[in-house]
């Protein structure tokens, strides 16, 4: 079972425009939710991060938007530079007191930016 | 540089044979957690470990154990390896238990002949 799919699995974008990139989560217990981007060869590096008390969160070119009611979340880049080229994870986990699970990642996103 | 790091950088070896892969914490971070990344499975956690003590298990199978020790350095060991065994296996590193910013290493890749 799935608990985090993550869409699109590949994206192309042209340099300066917007990269999408959306997840969406069955288990109604998670309440973090970061996205990672991974260069071919590194681990994965955090990029961003949200809590579900808040319905966005930007960091520079990066936003988060989260939508509770429809538990999806996504990550938006502006401006996209070709230096973005990576492949992008969502993941979701809970934080709590009595032990914080590990992370559930999506899939995936390989994006380029087309310069 | 996450501050993580992880020993040895590649392994290769046969299969029914057992290897221990090492992890270091960032300074400070008290919870070890080891993901391995395959292409058909994608990253998958395994286990957690919180100041010496397991504190959560995802996927991990039973060939499978971990350790962390007082100086909070951690070891995973896979033992009786198949070929399926073969990927990328991360640590990360949080804080602690409440917060749940993970930092990860550079990995270790693991090859099974």
């Known amino acids: 079972q799935q608990q985090v799919k993550q869409s699109p699995q590949s994206l192309i974008v042209q340099k300066g425009g917007i990269s999408i990139i959306n997840c969406a989560y069955e288990?109604?217990?998670?309440?973090?939710f970061p996205w990672y981007q991974q260069f071919p060869g590194k681990g994965p590096a955090l990029l961003i991060a949200i809590r579900p008390d808040v319905s966005e969160k930007k960091e520079g070119r990066f936003t988060i938007s989260f939508n509770k009611s429809a538990k999806q979340f996504s990550l938006h880049i502006m401006d996209s530079q070709p230096g973005d080229s990576a492949t992008y994870f969502c993941a979701a986990s809970r934080v709590n007191r009595g032990g914080a699970d590990g992370l559930t990642f999506g899939k995936g996103t390989h994006l380029i930016i087309q310069p | 540089d996450s501050g993580v790091t992880q020993t040895p950088k590649h392994l290769i070896t046969a299969t029914g044979q057992r290897v221990t892969l090492r992890c270091s914490p960032r300074s400070g971070d008290l919870s070890v957690y080891w993901y391995q990344q395959s292409l058909d499975q994608g990253l998958q956690f395994l286990i957690q470990?919180?100041?010496?003590?397991?504190?959560a298990k995802g996927n991990i199978l039973e060939r499978f154990s971990a350790q962390q020790f007082p100086d909070l350095h951690s070891e995973l060991n896979l033992s009786s390896l198949e070929l399926g065994d073969s990927a990328l296996y991360f640590c990360?590193?949080?804080?602690?238990?409440?917060?749940?910013?993970?930092?990860f290493g550079p990995g270790t890749r693991l090859t099974v002949l």
């Open positions: 470990y919180y100041n010496g003590e397991e504190r």
């Open positions: 990360a590193s949080s804080e602690g238990l409440a917060n749940n910013e993970q930092f």
């Open positions: 288990n109604t217990a998670f309440d973090y």
